[in-house]
């Protein structure tokens, strides 16, 4: 499941290889996920935090403003004026008590496996074996999560409010609270107690659109002159001094650089390989060679010989 | 090397030109990926009553055929930002095609119909032990006001204890159990007491992982306080009425604490003892059907408020409070017992 593969090739490269893993899918491809960092975890715990209390808010003023419907109704008869106050109390107690609890649940059950906080920061809830989130999964972990989280903070604000609570009571809530918000951060996965009993962890969502293909000019085959990177023909020696790192920086260069970084590019290239440059098409001369050396690694690849970059040996 | 890859048919011979086997690999099968990205986006809008059946049904297709161009792809391609593309797009429609496939609404009718009862009656070994623990946690409650009197101003909490003492007369313990409240609040009163019992049972079952320790000394350090209550009550002569008093909801209450502490211990007890598994793995399997005890321990509780609100205070006598309390304990072990056998044998 995880640190044995990443010596394969294909694992990719991110900014955060602490958080890479490898989750085996049930057809048995192996397939990236990053862990969601502790910073995208807060921030989306701190916005479903905001939205829960701004629901509340919502409740609470506008039973007020029944119940200031009702006073006006009610104004003769104070006898009258108790029942539906009964239930209006009973609504606003079962809706605080849902909004807490059930909050969590009925996002984390949908398809996207993600509160609004978490869809906001671009993180999800999955199964840590690769197999299906179980309703029974996502119930353990929020259950959990209030023992973490919201029983403490009510402790605390009731103790705070209270003088005679001693300071040792608050102190014990305060590291209560602090050693579960930590948690995450003394695991490799970022798990919080409640991923942990419940076999989840949090990972990042991917969302990349299809690029171009990467050098279009080149990509046709022509036999005519028209094409300009036809132009170009490179030996197998001028082919032979770069590897898959810096193909792919070139593809990264072609796919978003500026004309500046192009130049750049083109001339460190024609340093290496001895050409002269400064012909005025730099896109059309790195498309040409791009195409060329990936043509080359990959027909390498297709016998099984891989060439990592520059400085690894080529067979 | 790829079969697929050399086959072209005619309307294809643009691609057939281009120079690069793995971009001739790609132009040949964007068509099915770009389709299943445009289904998979609908679907993570919570859009998919939207999409035709033949796009729901050849999400599955369209999904293993992805898997396989990306395992091809990886051993082929050097293209970074397609391997990439096809990285992303795997994860979001694996997610989809192995989501949680279930709505609140659909889970419940399954829980319902068995998935609870099952979950409970695979705790039973736990529930023998939280049962023991309650039972001599109350006895300990008992012995040791017995014993001093003492004792109860440690074991019972100021707000409980406001006439029931030790040493208070019969008719200001007669006067708790019977009549005394106003029916006004008792909504407010049953949502409230609701509210607090679902977080004490929350509160042992989540404390279980701690090696199942504290949720024994929870459930000892409240049954404490019963025995300690009982024992003021029967030395005025009063057992019978008390217990009536507390069966009418205590019998479903103590029920559903007594299953989250069973449920706190089953996840406890696997990571103390994981046996042949990892510490990991066993507690995330106990952790899972410890869950489904849960969120039937809080539907109990709201029963048990109901009942401690409404019922109690309506039914003003001892015989209809047992009548009441027992009748619903029946009702639960009936339940427990009977309900989702059949889907088990034709399961196994």
Redesign the interface.
């Known amino acids: 499941m995880n640190d044995t593969a990443a010596v394969e090739p294909?694992v990719?490269r991110t900014a955060t290889p602490k958080l890479d893993r490898i989750m085996i899918?049930?057809?048995g491809?192996p397939?990236?996920?990053t862990v969601a960092a502790a910073g995208a975890r807060a921030g989306a715990l701190a916005l479903d935090i905001v939205i829960i209390l701004t629901m509340i808010t919502v409740v609470t003023i506008a039973c007020l403003l029944i119940l200031w419907g009702f006073g006006v109704a009610f104004a003769g008869s104070p006898e009258a004026f108790?029942?539906p106050l009964?239930?209006l109390?009973?609504i606003w107690?079962?809706s605080?008590?849902l909004f807490r609890n059930a909050y969590f649940?009925?996002f984390e059950?949908?398809?996207?496996?993600a509160t609004w906080g978490k869809r906001a920061v671009g993180i999800?809830v999955?199964a840590?074996?690769g197999?299906?989130?179980?309703?029974?999964?996502?119930?353990?972990r929020n259950?959990?999560r209030?023992?973490?989280l919201f029983?403490p903070l009510v402790f605390l604000m009731q103790t705070s409010t209270q003088d005679t609570a001693s300071s040792f009571t608050a102190w014990a809530g305060f590291i209560w609270v602090l050693m579960f918000l930590l948690f995450p951060l003394f695991n490799k996965d970022r798990l919080r107690?409640g991923d942990?009993?419940?076999?989840?962890w949090v990972i990042q969502?991917?969302?990349?659109?299809?690029?171009d293909?990467?050098a279009p000019t080149?990509?046709?085959?022509?036999e005519d002159e028209t094409n300009p990177a036809s132009r170009y023909e490179f030996s197998e020696e001028d082919l032979s001094v770069y590897g898959?790192y810096e193909?792919?920086t070139l593809?990264?260069v072609l796919?978003t650089g500026n004309e500046e970084a192009l130049e750049t590019v083109a001339a460190s290239i024609c340093q290496k390989i001895g050409w002269q440059p400064g012909s005025g098409d730099e896109r059309i001369f790195l498309e040409a060679y791009y195409?060329a050396l990936?043509?080359r690694?990959?027909r390498g690849?297709?016998f099984g010989k891989r060439r990592r970059d520059k400085f690894s040996r080529s067979e | 090397m790829n079969a697929d890859l050399a086959v072209q048919t005619e309307g294809d011979a643009e691609i057939s030109r281009v120079a690069l086997r793995s971009d001739r690999f790609r132009l040949e099968r964007e068509g099915d990926w770009t389709r299943l990205e445009q289904i998979v986006t609908q679907m993570e809008k919570g859009r998919s009553k939207r999409l035709s059946d033949e796009d729901v049904l050849a999400l599955p297709t369209l999904y293993r055929t992805l898997l396989s161009s990306l395992s091809i792809a990886r051993e082929n391609s050097l293209d970074a930002g397609l391997i990439d593309y096809l990285e992303g797009l795997s994860l979001r429609s694996y997610f989809l095609v192995y989501g949680t496939q279930t709505s609140l609404g659909r889970w419940l009718k399954e829980f319902f119909a068995g998935g609870w009862s099952r979950a409970v009656r695979a705790i039973q070994v736990e529930i023998w032990i939280a049962l023991f623990v309650m039972v001599a946690g109350a006895v300990v409650g008992y012995a040791l006001v017995a014993g001093d009197s003492d004792w109860f101003y440690a074991l019972v909490p100021g707000q409980f204890a406001d006439v029931r003492v030790p040493g208070a007369s019969e008719e200001a313990l007669r006067g708790t159990l019977f009549g005394s409240e106003d029916k006004e609040g008792l909504g407010i009163f049953a949502a409230y007491l609701f509210s607090n019992n679902a977080q004490v049972a929350i509160l042992a079952f989540a404390l279980g992982f701690a090696f199942a320790i504290p949720s024994i000394l929870l459930l000892i350090h409240n049954l404490a306080l019963l025995g300690a209550m009982l024992w003021v009550f029967a030395q005025r002569g009063l057992t019978v009425e008390f217990v009536g008093w507390l069966s009418i909801h205590g019998t479903t209450e103590l029920f559903a604490i007594l299953l989250a502490g069973a449920a706190g211990i089953h996840v406890g007890r696997a990571i103390a003892f994981p046996g042949d598994r990892s510490h990991l793995a066993a507690a995330s399997a106990a952790g899972k059907r410890a869950a489904l005890v849960m969120a039937g321990v809080i539907i109990m509780l709201i029963c048990a408020g109901l009942l401690e609100g409404f019922a109690r205070q309506l039914v003003d006598n001892t015989a209809g409070r047992y009548a009441v309390g027992y009748g619903i304990l029946l009702f639960w072990l009936i339940y427990f017992i009977g309900a989702g056998r059949r889907y088990r044998e034709s399961g196994s």
Do not use: C, H
């Open positions: 294909w990719r899918s049930p057809e491809v397939l990236n996920v108790n029942g009964g239930v109390a009973v107690i079962i605080v008590f649940l009925y059950l949908g398809d996207r496996a999800r999955a840590r074996d197999g299906r989130l179980t309703a029974e999964a996502v119930i353990a259950i959990v209030d023992v973490e029983l107690g942990l009993i419940a076999g989840t969502n991917v969302k990349k659109g299809l690029g293909i990467v080149a990509a046709m085959q022509t898959e193909l792919q593809e990264n796919r195409t990936r043509a690694l990959e690849m297709r």
